[in-house]
């Protein structure tokens, strides 16, 4: 439905220029919830915005169903007015001036999304009933809370029935609670509408919620597209581990190859341990080694045998609600690990902490 | 990617072009053109006998009513309250149903424009423009009025007291204006006190006493140079540099330098002891307010005798329009409309305002020197037209103001 | 390389076609207008005679450059100029905050009439000061003296540089009021509270805190009030330029135009454009130094959102202190010299006020009064200036601002200071550059109506007006958040309709402050009015001027009481209508414009 191919887009500033893409690739199928994913000036927004046609890319090209809206270098392109996707901005944009209905309304009574007077008005109630905001039709645009305002924004993106939904950060001015519920009604209305969308988001959390596919950008570039799952459970760079969730990255020193159903092994600056690795490697190679705290096992300094078993100083524990988050080191190097929160872990505790070869993930 | 410096620089070209092209604008326009000279000799011009008067007449009437269209000018002064009445009786005495658009206009600001029209050979704003002796001489000498085939005929049959015999022709266009231009309202310069701020033996009794340190900021005189361009004539011996330094050091003694009626209210006010204006403003202020504390007085030495003109426009638009418009404002039926409420003298009339004026002159026996009275003052008149001239006067002007 | 240049021309043509050509084509034609007048201006200097005449001089510079205007004119220009922005910024600045950062009572109505105060004819007000402050006749000096047991007091407004600063100062200030109120008004509020939290004591964060925060917005409204006042010749001339006791750079000009009056009959155009251009200089550069002022002064602002308002100060028990000071710049302002316009107004004859003058009141002066103004055509007529340059005034600030403030066109930063330099050129040399085109473009395009028609009064006032309407514009613009515009864009209208749907009516009130300052100024336009007036194009300021300039100042009088009272009225019904005040348009689009986006 989306194609972008090589995008590049620089900022020009009075003292220098500043590459905001270079050379971004992605592709999005219909009906896919697609995420845009990475820390702050790292480009996602300025892709996005150069799908709208809100930006001029210097090189690249786009496509937007089937049809040409950006190419050679701006020779070929369309429109913002024209490109037919709606769009729900980060501060949401509504109208101050006008009410709801006819900030829902604007889109179909001007402009190239007009329809006849007497359809109007079924099918701004039809979008305000899928974000739940019929009561409040009549209310001026200013006296809404965030939440409506946003709501009255992703319906003026849908009335015109887009085939593309472009969202950038729309959550972000929420709060935490409202934030969490909102993801999911987005989703599920998204999935209802089949609506082919592309998210921008900094929220590693939301990204792994909403979406279906993911692609990590970082410092212009795109780093990893993939499932949720693929960029959790098995991120191809630090970066992008580092980014999702919560990961631990040791440096390691490739010691042994796997052999005859038996796990390579490889020194860090734990010890020895004993993982997976990828055929091509040879003994000596440095690599980047990394598992989530998640799957840190961390127990009784009496109890585990295993592979890759330590013993270990609790350094730090916070308790956050649904579990402890511990910092424990181990030969005097932090690691982070997790324990449930029935049980109770103090700083001080000795323990013994477990990480098992098939948690422990291989970056290049 | 261009640099800012890049950037800049195609951005001050095409800012330069543009500038380029409004500077070369104006060069096409920019022509020679020669100012015809119009000025004729003296000539004594005899009315005409009737029978051809009256089939010029109504040959005039019929152009002008092709014409359908007249835009004249009257004084800055008269009262907007005129323009219909004037309208209305010279469109019904020449039997015209045209439209007739009146305006008042500060000659001394729009004769300039005036000549730059004819310069530029563009039409004429006005049909018929009024002026006085020098504005006038301005313009006829500029070549930016017409002369008026048969005058003297027509004049005849429009102006009952032309056909009566009873004033001549060329009292009402003669000398340099023969033929352009025709006088149709006079007033005489004169000067007005607050007669409780200055008992009239403290008055100044020539020109020259305005030069007196006791009299400094006590007086304001207007900026136009009719209270002095006279005085070349007025003496036997005179030095046109001498004279220039008494208006210097008169204009450095003078309180302000406004309009004569603005001096004269002022005066009233009590803020000036006297103002350098003319006849007409005593009889309109005694009208409003007949307990008012002034008065008025002539100098020794000289009182200019200003008289008004109206003449066609060369290149007018409605020129036969034009024509009625200035022979008729020389008629008492005009005069009878516009006389009462400013005041001024015809000095051919016979109402009663116009005897008082005479009278008034005669019996206080004063120096009355009109532009037009004699050979000596013709040629002073058209001196003032030359480059030379132009800038006496314009030191002058100056002088007034003390520079 | 090849690439690069296929690039380049692909920047060039996004940032030149498409949906911004409308504004920027209306930018660049109203400002080819301003640049061309420029030019003539310039080109006058150079001809020895009539512009339609050739030939190249340099004499009229030489003679300009004499010891008399090295002396003379130009310390006197300074004195006023300086005088002037002295006592207006002295009335303005403590109008500024007490009117719109503390609770003092009235302050909408008080804003209102501040607002009100430059309609008024500006030579009314100077004969109502001479009637008020004249060494013999003033009346402040005769009550004083009669006080004080002392013969008279030898104050005059007349004949002194600081008279004129006087009057001046006390018409300008409200300028310098609506320029300064703005950022008064959107000063972040959380630095004023962190000093309050602090401990500071409120002339303490007055003094330490918002005055440091606003004073480039204060310098830059100081800085465009300047240009103002010495290109002003009215009052000058009235106060002692006439007489060549204070000359001025404006009355030079005047002076040059009509030398003696009647004999000289042809004008030293060539003197005038010098003098005009002389006058730019300073202008020009205290116009660069405006600008400059300008980045300064939005590094502090914030952007007005949804219920922002600025910190107010509680008076108290001072609440009288400030109504006093309020009370008694507005009488010297207005009071007074209304006062003294409704006395001449009623006195056949004008006197000093008497016992004797008291019976001679009366309202003869009234009677005929539409008639003595030239009838119901000269009102038609203003109504139709006045309504039309309002509009195009607007139409073209907004392209203008458009172009600078929302596009990233190349030559929009000229754009911006060519919108500025129309304030810098004293408004005499345009009106009679645009007479002088006007009369060649009769000969030229008999076609096209300009010379004696209301369409060249309209041109002039536009010109003179765009400065004014483009810092409004621009403050207004840069207000609105750009996301709002682009979101209107995706939903699938054009710029033209998101113009009208969407920009338009969140500022609205800034457009009808604008709409409502233009026409009053226009409103009282004399110079250019009177200068380029033909038989066709009378407008009531000019019939009243032409009234008093013939002495018929009682009916002139009446003639102003009118016009005031009908502007006062207008103003307050309109700004009623409109929703709001006068308080409502300081805190938006008043101000001095934002830095351009790119930065």
Sequence with gaps: MIRVVNLHKDFFTSRATHAAVRGADFEVNEGEIFMLLGPSGCGKTTTLRCIAGLEKPDDGEIWIDGQTVFANRGQTTVPVYKRGVGMVFQSYAIWPHLTVFENVAYPLSYGINKVPRRQVRERVQKALSLVGLNEFEDRPAPLLSGGQQQRVSLARALVYEPKVLLLDEPLSNLDAKLRAEMRVELRGLMKRLKITAIYVTHD???????????????????????????????????????????????????????????????????????????????????????????????????????????????????????????????NAHRIHGEVSKTRVVTAGQRVMVEIPPQVIHLLL | MRTAREVRASRSRRVRWQILVFLLLPAPFVTDFDAPQLLSGDLAAAAESPPKGKQALDELVAKAKQEGELVATIQSSWSKGLIQPLTDAFKKRFGLDIKVTIANVNSAQHFPLAIAETQARAPATYDAVQGDDAETMQIVGAGATQKVENWATLLAEINPLVRSGKVRPDAISRGPFQDHSFMFMANVKQLIYNTKSISEKDLPRTHRDLTDPKYKGKFAQPPWTSHWEIAPVAFDKFDKDEWLEVVRRAGKNTGAVIGESAAVQRTILGEFAFALAQDRYTRQIFAKDPKAPIAARFFEDYNELNQVYYSVRTRARHPAAGTLWVLWMTTPESQKIWQPSDLQAVPYGDSQLDREFKQNIEKSKARVIGFLDNEKTRELLKWYRTDEGRKYLDAVARAIRGE | ????????????????????????????????????????????????????????????????????????????????????????????????????????????????????????????????????????????????????GLSSIALSVKDSPWGIAWVLGLILTAPIFFLVAGPLCRI????????????????????????????????????????????????????????????????????????GGPMTATFAYGAAGVYGTLLAVPSLLALYLYLRALQQAERYQVITGKGYRARETDLGPFAW???????????????????????????????????????????????????????????????????????????????????????????????????????????????????????????????????????????????????????????????????????????????????????????????????????????????????????????????????????????????????????GVLTFGVLKFAGGSATGFVGRGTALPPPSEAQ
């Design chain 3, 188 to 259: 972040d509020p959380s630095l004023e509270e962190a000093a309050s939290v602090s401990g500071m004591r409120h002339l303490t964060i007055l003094r330490r805190v918002t005055l440091p925060l606003v004073w480039p917005g204060i310098l830059g409204g100081v800085i465009y009030t300047f240009m103002t006042a010495v290109s002003i010749f009215e009052i000058p001339a009235l106060l002692g330029a006439a007489s060549g006791r204070v000359p001025v750079l404006a009355s030079e000009i005047f002076y040059s135009v009509r030398p």
């Design chain 3, 1 to 148: 390389m090849v690439p690069r240049a296929v690039s380049l021309i692909a920047k060039r043509r996004e940032r030149t076609g498409g949906v911004d050509a409308i504004p920027l084509v209306c930018s660049w034609l109203i400002l080819s207008v301003v640049v061309a007048l420029l030019a003539f201006v310039l080109y006058m200097t150079f001809v020895p005679g009539l512009p339609t005449e050739p030939g190249f001089t340099l004499r009229h510079w030489s003679n300009v450059a004499s010891s008399r205007l090295l002396t003379r004119v130009i310390p006197n220009t300074a004195i006023v100029g300086f005088g002037t922005i002295f006592i207006g910024a002295f009335f303005a600045l403590p109008l500024a905050w007490l009117l719109n950062r503390t609770t003092l009572p009235f302050r909408t109505t008080f804003t209102t009439i501040i607002g009100i105060v430059p309609g008024i004819p500006g030579f009314i007000l100077a004969m109502g000061w001479i009637m008020l402050l004249d060494e013999r006749i003033g009346l402040i000096n005769n009550m004083v003296a009669s006080v004080l």
């Design chain 1, 204 to 330: 590693q959390e939301e990204a792994l919620v909403l979406s279906d596919r993911v692609a990590v950008m970082h410092a212009g570039q795109i780093r990893q597209i993939g499932t949720p799952r693929d960029i959790y459970v098995s991120p191809k760079s630090d970066v992008v581990a580092g980014f999702i969730g919560m990961a631990n990255l040791l440096q390691a020193r490739v010691e042994r190859l796997p052999v005859d159903g038996e796990d390579g092994a490889v020194t860090t600056v734990l010890g020895r341990l004993k993982c997976k690795l990828p055929p091509p490697l040879s003994i000596g190679a440095t690599v980047t080694v990394m598992f989530r705290p998640e799957d840190v096992v961390i127990g009784d300094a009496s109890s585990h045998c295993g592979d890759n078993v330590f013993p270990a100083t609790v350094e730090e524990a916070i308790f956050v609600g649904s579990r402890f988050q511990c910092q424990v080191s181990v």
């Design chain 3, 321 to 567: 202190v400030g109504m006093a000071f309020v009370v008694l710049y507005l009488s010297l302002a207005v009071g007074l010299p209304i006062l003294v316009l409704v006395w001449a107004s009623l006195m056949p004859v004008l006197q000093m006020p008497s016992r004797e003058a008291l019976a001679k009141l009366s309202f003869e002066n009234y009677h005929g009064l539409l008639e003595g103004l030239g009838g119901a055509g000269v009102i038609w007529n203003t109504v139709l200036v006045v309504g039309c340059v309002s509009l195009l005034v607007i139409f073209f600030s907004f392209m203008i601002s458009w172009v600078v403030v929302r596009t990233r066109a190349p030559s929009r930063k000229t754009i911006d200071m060519l919108a500025m330099l129309p304030h810098a050129i004293p408004s005499l040399a345009f009106a009679f550059a645009l007479a002088m085109i006007a009369i060649l473009a009769s000969r030229w395009l008999p076609w096209l109506p300009l010379s004696g028609t209301l369409g060249i009064i309209m041109i002039a006032h536009l010109i003179n007006r765009v400065p004014y309407g483009t810092r409004v514009m621009n403050s207004a613009l840069g207000q609105v958040h750009r996301e709002l515009e682009e979101i209107a864009q995706v939903c699938g209208t054009r710029t033209p309709t998101v113009m009208r749907r969407v920009i338009l009516p969140l500022i609205k009130p800034s457009v009808v402050y604008l709409a409502v300052w233009t026409a009053m100024l226009s409103f009282q336009e004399v110079t250019m009015a009177l200068f380029l007036s033909g038989p066709h194009n009378s407008v009531l300021s000019v019939s009243i001027w032409a009234l008093w300039e013939a002495g018929t100042l009682g009916t002139a009088a009446a003639g102003a009481v009118a016009m005031v009272s009908i502007m």
